[in-house]
């Protein structure tokens, strides 16, 4: 097998200072590591830091969102390859250049990701019926039916994206498909970046024999209901974006009924604080559609 090629991994984080300790440890010194920080001064880091001469840290001049600080953090590295990552995820540098060896030996691919321990990894595009199946909950029986999928640790399976959390990716794939689309603030423009790689006719991939495990929505100490708000404006604005208005409306009303559903179901087994949060996904959800928040603007850094 031929040396690893260099990349570098790039980590966008908000107050994050519970995790990320555990996040770099698990790396350890032998990978070269950039955190794009989105509230630079708010937590001190320098203990963290301390001794750590493969992790360098840049100011995103604010709060500028996942996809922004993502792309902030590429343009300032030079590696072959990028790894972008969230910081409640537990990579090991053994994880890391396994994926990284997988695109060096398999040209045709332009991106992989690697099992997330029980959580999606990837999935497909959303279409109508995926989204059905989404919204009713369908895809806790019939894994590959929605648009999120989970893989078995033997398999090794073609998708239509690749989550941000733990994405390997050639730099020149991630430019020639545009980056990520920095009108997302958070979530979605990875699924969004997958569409574009699709229509470029770039492989992706998901490697169920690679595990790195994720506490879905911790990567910050934000509440989960501000968590959810944040999912359910993303998925109106993805519709909005990349659906014509007629199939844009027909979705999002296939959405919002499914968790209208969840939220009453939630409610009737006693399970208020889940219920809470379903609700806060579905008001956002159709706020995006009523009062659509402005598109982000990243400050000159």
């Known amino acids: 097998m031929p040396d690893t090629p260099a990349f570098e991994v790039i980590v966008p984080i908000y107050r994050s200072r519970r995790v990320l300790g555990p996040f770099l440890a698990g790396i350890g010194p032998g990978v070269d590591v950039t955190l794009v920080d989105n509230a630079y001064g708010e937590d001190d880091l320098a203990d963290l830091l ?31 390859y990028l790894i972008f990552m969230n910081p409640d995820t537990r990579p090991s540098e053994r994880s890391l250049r396994r994926m990284v060896e997988f695109l060096q030996e398999h040209p045709q691919v332009a991106a992989c990701g690697a099992a997330g321990d029980g959580t999606a990894g990837g999935g497909a595009q959303p279409t109508m019926p995926r989204v059905i199946a989404h919204s009713l909950g369908l895809h806790r029986v019939l894994p590959r039916a929605g648009v999120y999928w989970t893989i078995e640790d033997t398999e090794r399976i073609a998708v239509e994206w690749i989550s941000g959390s733990c994405l390997a990716i050639r730099r020149s794939a991630f430019m020639a498909a545009g980056r990520f689309d920095e009108a997302y603030f958070v979530y979605m423009s990875d699924i969004e970046l997958g569409s574009r790689l699709v229509r470029i006719g770039s492989v992706q991939m998901l490697l169920g024999d690679v ?91």
């Open 50 to 80: 301390s001794g750590l001469s493969n992790v360098r840290v840049r100011d995103a001049g604010g709060n500028i969102g996942f996809s922004a600080a993502a792309n902030l953090g590429a343009e300032s590295s030079d590696a072959e």
């Open 211 to 301: 595990v790195v495990p994720h506490d879905d929505g911790g990567s910050s100490d934000l509440p989960e209901v501000w968590v959810w708000r944040r999912r359910g404006a993303a998925w109106a604005r993805f519709l909005r974006r990349t659906r014509r208005l007629p199939a844009a409306l027909g979705l999002s009303v296939i959405v919002g009924a499914g968790y209208a559903l969840r939220v009453v179901g939630y409610r009737l087994a006693g399970r208020r604080l889940r219920a809470v949060e379903m609700r806060s996904y579905l008001d956002a959800f159709l706020a995006e559609w009523i009062h659509p928040e402005p598109t982000p603007h990243r400050p000159h850094t």
